[in-house]
RNA sequence: GCCGGAGUAGCUCAGUGGCCAGAGCAGCCGACUUGUAAUCGGCAGGUCAGGGGUUCGACUCCCCUCUCCGGCUCCA
């Protein structure tokens, strides 16, 4: 027999017998032999054991490759899991897979674990490492696995259920073993257990078996394992910067909001300088969004229960919504929006449209309140109440391809101004529970796609996550950082006009159904707000900071200083006068992160001078008067909005 | 909602089944009159999240509630 085996080179080697991954890896080179790790033949992966029998395509997979660490990590777990097993030997284990940056295991302990047990867990990994144990496949009936895993019940209802995914196939099941542990798994795997050697087990936490909240919860312990130290030394150092980050640590750091028990979980106080960043935010998207055609509306935060009937919120949404406000003595019942869209229909309905009118756009911070499950809250990013810069057009069918395009254009310029550049979108199709016509769906979703490329926006098609009402773009972004937060959102909708029977009168007179859109761009303000502290990690830009300069003064330099701030009356200026040491005044102002402190002295008052200390840039001293307010002005610039900029 | 962890002064955190619970920062009072990352001294500040229980005695052990943290599920 004849073996010619093509490698990604295009050079073709000839064997006359099988040969292992392992063997031909050997054959090419001993340092490709060494990081070698798995083979890929024809788009799949195998052991470096597996043995080639046919002429093909092989490529040697070495620790330097993406999918290599898919496969240490998917090792990791069982080494994981088997480490769990020596310890807690009557412990059940269920699914083990490679995740970004890491890998995970769920179990069913007897007694459940905490973090302080992964110290434990982890040493007892260390031994299996140190042991270096192979990893060995085999195929075995379905009858012997049953009998094998016949104490482990998720192992028996993975066969049972011929999960493919696992291992398990019609008649046979694949499984790895390494010393006695064994599980059920298609592989491939590491040679043996040496190639882990630079890991960490980071966390445990509650999962449910097959992630549906109806099967029994499983404790799930995550770990991250890299080729290098290095690369993991760079992981864990990322995981501390995001720490850093947190805003919810630089929001109590910079005075900017705060919780409280007696507040309820959920909701947030804004102290003065958190009110401010709000406002800036608020304002600079309420003048671009003005001076774009969109009229400002104002409605209410509740609204009587009928408003609610109509808007199917009552029977689609209702365990989202606070409970209702009853009036007994008047039997009226109201409740709190959780949305805005009724009102704005309310607004639109109040007049009679014409067709000339058309796109109507009404924009209103609303704040609208949402009764999440107090599990799914987290700092400012998921709240009870928040407020949605939100808007609602109304517009023909033949109008949503170019108002989304406008739309997608004016979010991204929006996210631009704020300095998130990195933009990335979902497109959301139609789900199994739907209402509208197939050929509304096909013609908006098609609109929405076009839009996307038209403006060529990298975007990802998410099958059937749509609204039961219509399709939607999701726009991401990425952070200073690589992290993707969902921030804008636009759906079309065919369902509200159609609830409250709106319509507008064509040039024929006839009274036709508008189309609704929805959309919010920054998304909520406390959610973008949160975003935009982890994104700079609390150094706004100038604009944006609650307190734009500090004003630290050295002696009796009273009246310059009101020249100064003259001079300066458009921005945010604090002044600290105090009788304490320039270097206090200047450690407390940067521990604010106040982007310029302006340093005056009784010198500064006879030459007309001061110093100016920039946010990441050197000091500059005996800065001429006007020099130095011209480059404040410049340093403090609020960006422009234009959407054909 | 579920699993696990936690809640001590405004903030960051020590602390022990047994006199009256500590520190730093912030605050207040006083001294220092200050030129690029915290001047010195004093004072004040707490129902140890809330409630119940065990105990001669609970901040500490147990139960319930609230709030927060890490995940899961959810996310119109």
């Given at each position: 027999m004849n073996l010619d085996i093509t490698l990604p080179d295009g050079s073709v080697r000839s064997f006359e017998n099988s040969i292992t991954g392992d063997e031909l890896a050997k054959n090419i080179g001993s340092r490709l032999h060494k990081d070698a790790v798995c083979i890929e033949i024809e788009n799949k992966f195998y052991d470096l054991s597996y043995s080639i029998t046919d002429n093909c395509n092989v490529r040697i997979v070495t620790i330097n490759d993406l999918d290599a660490l898919h496969i240490l990590r998917h090792s990791s777990a069982h080494i994981l899991a088997q480490a769990v097993l020596n310890i807690f030997p009557n412990t059940e284990y269920g699914v083990g897979p490679s995740i970004e940056n890491g890998f995970y295991y769920d179990f069913k302990f007897t007694k459940p674990i905490s973090e302080s047990d992964l110290e434990q867990i982890e040493s007892e990994m260390k031994k299996i490492v140190k042991s270096k144990q192979e990893f060995v496949r085999d195929e075995i009936s379905k009858k012997d696995a049953l009998k094998l895993f016949k104490k482990q019940s998720f192992k028996v209802e993975l066969i049972k259920s011929?999960?493919?995914?696992?291992?398990?196939?019609n008649d046979y099941v694949s499984t790895y073993s390494n010393e006695q542990f064994v599980d059920l798994c298609m592989g491939p795997h590491i040679p043996n257990t040496s190639f882990l050697k630079h890991f960490k087990l980071t966390k445990v936490a509650g999962a449910y078996w097959r992630g549906d909240e109806n099967n029994p919860q499983l404790q799930r312990i995550y770990g991250t394992s890299w080729f290098s130290k290095e690369d993991l030394d760079l992981y864990m150092a990322q995981q501390e910067e995001a720490e850093k980050r947190d805003h919810r640590k630089l929001g109590n750091e910079l005075n900017l909001f705060t919780s409280t028990d007696e507040l309820g979980s959920g909701n947030f106080i804004w102290k003065p300088n958190g009110a401010i960043l709000r406002d800036v935010i608020e304002t600079f998207s309420k003048n671009a969004h003005l001076s774009n055609d969109y009229q400002l509306v104002n409605t209410p935060h509740i609204g009587k229960s009928v408003l609610w009937e109509t808007s199917g919120h009552l029977a689609h949404y209702k365990e989202n919504m606070y409970p209702p406000v009853v009036h007994e003595e008047n039997n009226e019942t109201y409740y709190l929006k959780p949305m805005n869209c009724p009102f704005h229909i309310l607004v639109y309905k109040s007049d009679l449209h014409s067709y000339k009118e058309l796109p109507i756009r009404f924009f209103e911070f609303g704040s609208v309140y949402r009764y999440e499950k107090t599990g799914v809250l987290h700092g400012l990013l998921r709240l009870r109440g928040f407020t949605q810069d939100d808007a609602h057009i109304f517009c023909t069918k033949n109008q949503i391809n170019e108002e989304v395009k406008t739309l997608l254009n004016f979010s991204v310029k929006l996210l631009n101004a704020f300095g998130l550049s990195e933009i990335e979108a979902d497109l959301s199709t139609k789900p199994d529970k739907s209402i509208g016509s197939d050929d509304d769906w096909d013609m908006a979703t098609e609109s929405l796609k076009k839009s996307l490329t038209e403006l060529d926006i990298p975007f990802a098609t998410a099958e059937g996550e749509g609204a039961f009402y219509g399709p939607k773009i999701d726009l991401h972004v990425k952070d200073a950082i690589g992290r993707r937060w969902q921030l804008s959102t636009i759906q079309v909708d065919f369902a509200q006009p159609d609830n409250f029977d709106i319509e507008y009168v064509d040039n024929n007179n006839k009274k036709i159904r508008p189309v609704m859109i929805h959309r919010a761009l920054l998304g909520s303000i406390e959610r973008f707000t949160g975003v935009l502290l982890e994104h700079y990690a609390g150094h706004m830009p100038g604009w944006l900071s609650?307190?734009?300069i500090d004003i630290l003064t050295i002696g009796n330099v009273s009246s310059y200083v009101a020249e100064i701030k003259e001079h300066l009356k458009d921005f945010r200026i604090n002044i600290d006068d105090r009788n304490v040491r320039l270097g206090e005044k200047i450690h407390n102002s940067q521990k604010l992160k106040v982007p310029i402190q302006l340093i005056v002295g009784e010198k500064d008052v006879s030459n007309k001078t001061f110093a100016i200390n920039f946010y990441h840039a050197d000091d500059k001293k005996d800065i001429e008067f006007e020099k130095g307010i011209k480059e404040i002005n410049n340093y403090l610039k609020t960006p422009e909005f234009d959407l054909n900029g």
């Amino acid at each position: 027999m004849n073996l010619d085996i093509t490698l990604p080179d295009g050079s073709v080697r000839s064997f006359e017998n099988s040969i292992t991954g392992d063997e031909l890896a050997k054959n090419i080179g001993s340092r490709l032999h060494k990081d070698a790790v798995c083979i890929e033949i024809e788009n799949k992966f195998y052991d470096l054991s597996y043995s080639i029998t046919d002429n093909c395509n092989v490529r040697i997979v070495t620790i330097n490759d993406l999918d290599a660490l898919h496969i240490l990590r998917h090792s990791s777990a069982h080494i994981l899991a088997q480490a769990v097993l020596n310890i807690f030997p009557n412990t059940e284990y269920g699914v083990g897979p490679s995740i970004e940056n890491g890998f995970y295991y769920d179990f069913k302990f007897t007694k459940p674990i905490s973090e302080s047990d992964l110290e434990q867990i982890e040493s007892e990994m260390k031994k299996i490492v140190k042991s270096k144990q192979e990893f060995v496949r085999d195929e075995i009936s379905k009858k012997d696995a049953l009998k094998l895993f016949k104490k482990q019940s998720f192992k028996v209802e993975l066969i049972k259920s011929a999960e493919s995914s696992e291992g398990v196939t019609n008649d046979y099941v694949s499984t790895y073993s390494n010393e006695q542990f064994v599980d059920l798994c298609m592989g491939p795997h590491i040679p043996n257990t040496s190639f882990l050697k630079h890991f960490k087990l980071t966390k445990v936490a509650g999962a449910y078996w097959r992630g549906d909240e109806n099967n029994p919860q499983l404790q799930r312990i995550y770990g991250t394992s890299w080729f290098s130290k290095e690369d993991l030394d760079l992981y864990m150092a990322q995981q501390e910067e995001a720490e850093k980050r947190d805003h919810r640590k630089l929001g109590n750091e910079l005075n900017l909001f705060t919780s409280t028990d007696e507040l309820g979980s959920g909701n947030f106080i804004w102290k003065p300088n958190g009110a401010i960043l709000r406002d800036v935010i608020e304002t600079f998207s309420k003048n671009a969004h003005l001076s774009n055609d969109y009229q400002l509306v104002n409605t209410p935060h509740i609204g009587k229960s009928v408003l609610w009937e109509t808007s199917g919120h009552l029977a689609h949404y209702k365990e989202n919504m606070y409970p209702p406000v009853v009036h007994e003595e008047n039997n009226e019942t109201y409740y709190l929006k959780p949305m805005n869209c009724p009102f704005h229909i309310l607004v639109y309905k109040s007049d009679l449209h014409s067709y000339k009118e058309l796109p109507i756009r009404f924009f209103e911070f609303g704040s609208v309140y949402r009764y999440e499950k107090t599990g799914v809250l987290h700092g400012l990013l998921r709240l009870r109440g928040f407020t949605q810069d939100d808007a609602h057009i109304f517009c023909t069918k033949n109008q949503i391809n170019e108002e989304v395009k406008t739309l997608l254009n004016f979010s991204v310029k929006l996210l631009n101004a704020f300095g998130l550049s990195e933009i990335e979108a979902d497109l959301s199709t139609k789900p199994d529970k739907s209402i509208g016509s197939d050929d509304d769906w096909d013609m908006a979703t098609e609109s929405l796609k076009k839009s996307l490329t038209e403006l060529d926006i990298p975007f990802a098609t998410a099958e059937g996550e749509g609204a039961f009402y219509g399709p939607k773009i999701d726009l991401h972004v990425k952070d200073a950082i690589g992290r993707r937060w969902q921030l804008s959102t636009i759906q079309v909708d065919f369902a509200q006009p159609d609830n409250f029977d709106i319509e507008y009168v064509d040039n024929n007179n006839k009274k036709i159904r508008p189309v609704m859109i929805h959309r919010a761009l920054l998304g909520s303000i406390e959610r973008f707000t949160g975003v935009l502290l982890e994104h700079y990690a609390g150094h706004m830009p100038g604009w944006l900071s609650p307190v734009q300069i500090d004003i630290l003064t050295i002696g009796n330099v009273s009246s310059y200083v009101a020249e100064i701030k003259e001079h300066l009356k458009d921005f945010r200026i604090n002044i600290d006068d105090r009788n304490v040491r320039l270097g206090e005044k200047i450690h407390n102002s940067q521990k604010l992160k106040v982007p310029i402190q302006l340093i005056v002295g009784e010198k500064d008052v006879s030459n007309k001078t001061f110093a100016i200390n920039f946010y990441h840039a050197d000091d500059k001293k005996d800065i001429e008067f006007e020099k130095g307010i011209k480059e404040i002005n410049n340093y403090l610039k609020t960006p422009e909005f234009d959407l054909n900029g």
